[in-house]
């Protein structure tokens, strides 16, 4: 069944692209329906069905797909964001052919994305991350304005960087282990080579830009604020969580193995990021950028969790990688309904938007409280799963640096709803209205799912987040 999920949308993109009037308005649809789809067998299905059928051609086994715990939790958090972009882009794009191409690069994006999450192969993996890139140029290059092609640019450069860091990485390991499986490759790994440690350095090296975190993160906030409304909601709710921060967790775990230097970086790694992501975005007036700085700033928490290497730690970082996918596309939505009515993402020139805007100001604090690790809500008990893992690794000091940036944290996405939503209202804005019902919906989903998943944590943590410690058997 897990072959159905590249298949399905790849050959849905092919019917659409014919050339027949109507099938243009199944875009949509279709794209709609691949995310409540992906998502009820995400949650439904038994986790034997997804393992029975592989890629094969004439024999040859093309693609190894394999799902777990740890891919189910991304297809979930895929095809909601999925669900979300589709609704946001739909809600703000004018144009009807922007739309088709809009729909139509997402389903790519998909089919990339859910191949990155279930293949065990690095040379398949590369592939699917350059799938995965090339749409997202497309993407936040949409409005062919100067800033979506400036930031289409940067990121385009950085990803080049990457994917020869990356493809590098892959010759290097496939002259010295012989394979690129990942099996065979952690089996190499047990008696390394100069020359092993140098290909994994220099893989996870690629994965850092593909994930922005510091000091790699240069691309990012031009991308995420530059980007058409619903390409920011895809970019950050899970573009650079697949192709770069879920990445690490999964060869981190299966194939690279925690040696002491690995830990060491992704600790350094993660704290860096914590901290620089935090007082970066405390500093922004622009709405995108600061979400984008505060999403680099999180994903530090994954890594930093990753970097215990202990069973908490890893289900930490999963958990938290979920909750922010949830979160971070709440914002950039509540963003899209600001940017919509305002016609603008100055935070300083906002102020009461609430009184106008109420469904989009109250789940912004929804999304802000969860954001900060402030119960009962979602964010919070990943939070407090990282910091504990952290702390019982023996690792003091970055737990307390943890716990010191979620005020930080605090400290900036207070500061955003005093600037945008609190207060006495602007007179400019004394007119607007709230946002469209396709923003109002995700905004709506989104909060209750961050409220959901913090009120029943036990069995969350009991059924899709405790059992992912099995990878590190």
């Known amino acids: 069944m897990s072959s159905l999920l590249i298949l399905v949308p790849l050959i849905g993109v092919l019917i659409l692209n014919l050339p027949l009037g109507f099938v243009k308005r199944l875009a949509f649809p279709f794209a709609l329906a691949l995310a409540f789809a992906q998502a009820g067998l995400a949650i439904f299905s038994p986790l034997d069905l997804w393992n029975r059928v592989l890629v094969t051609f004439g024999g040859f086994e093309a693609f190894n797909l394999v799902v777990d715990r740890l891919s189910i939790v991304l297809l979930l958090s895929i095809a909601i964001v999925l669900f979300a972009t589709l609704l946001v882009g739909w809600a703000t794009l004018q144009d009807e052919k922007k739309k088709f191409d809009f729909a139509n690069l997402l389903i790519l994006a998909v089919v990339g994305m859910n191949g990155i999450v279930m293949v065990r192969d690095l040379f398949s993996l590369y592939i699917f991350l350059e799938v995965v890139g090339v749409t997202s140029f497309v993407l936040i290059s949409l409005d062919r304005d100067k ?12 990803s080049a960087v990457a994917t020869a860091m990356m493809l590098t990485a892959i010759a290097l390991l496939l002259m010295t282990t012989g394979t690129t499986s990942f099996a065979g490759v952690a089996a190499a790994l047990k008696s390394p080579s100069y020359l092993t440690v140098l290909a994994v350095s220099i893989f996870v090296g690629g994965l850092s830009i593909k994930g922005g975190l510091v000091p790699f993160h240069g691309w990012l906030p031009d991308a995420y604020s530059s980007a058409p409304a619903g390409v920011s909601v895809l970019l950050a709710g899970v573009v650079t969580k697949t192709t770069g921060i879920y990445t690490v967790i999964r060869l981190v775990t299966t194939v690279f193995g925690f040696t002491p230097q690995v830990k060491a970086v992704l600790l350094f790694v993660g704290a860096l990021s914590i901290v620089v992501g935090a007082l970066a975005a ?3 007036k622009d709405f995108k950028r600061m979400l ?13 969790s990753l970097g215990t290497g202990s069973a908490l730690g890893i289900a930490g970082a999963v958990f938290h990688l979920f ?13 899209a309904a600001v940017e919509e009515q305002t016609g603008t993402r100055d935070m300083d020139v906002m102020g009461g938007l609430s009184a106008r805007m109420p469904v989009t100001g109250t789940t912004s604090v929804v999304a802000f409280l969860s954001t900060a690790g402030i119960p009962p809500l979602s964010g919070f008990w990943s939070k407090l799963i990282i910091i504990v893992a952290v702390w019982v690794s023996g690792y003091h000091m970055y737990a307390a640096l943890a716990l010191l940036a979620s005020l930080i944290t605090c400290a900036y996405f207070l500061s955003m709803q005093r600037r945008v939503f609190f207060g006495t209202l602007v007179e400019e804005f004394k007119t607007i209205k709230e946002a469209k019902l396709g923003i109002l919906i995700p905004e709506v989903v989104l909060a209750l799912i961050t409220i959901g998943v913090g009120v029943l944590f036990p069995h969350i943590l009991n059924t899709f987040i405790l059992p992912i410690q099995s990878i590190l058997g």
């Not at 800033?147 to 950085?158: P, Q, V």
């Open 323 to 335: 909750n922010h996918a949830i979160f971070k596309t709440q914002l950039f939505v509540n963003a």
């Open 282 to 284: 405390l500093g922004q």
């Open 147 to 158: 800033a979506g092609l400036e930031g289409s640019f940067k990121y385009l450069i950085l």
């Open 292 to 304: 984008a700085y505060s999403s680099i700033s999180q994903m530090g928490y994954i890594i930093l």
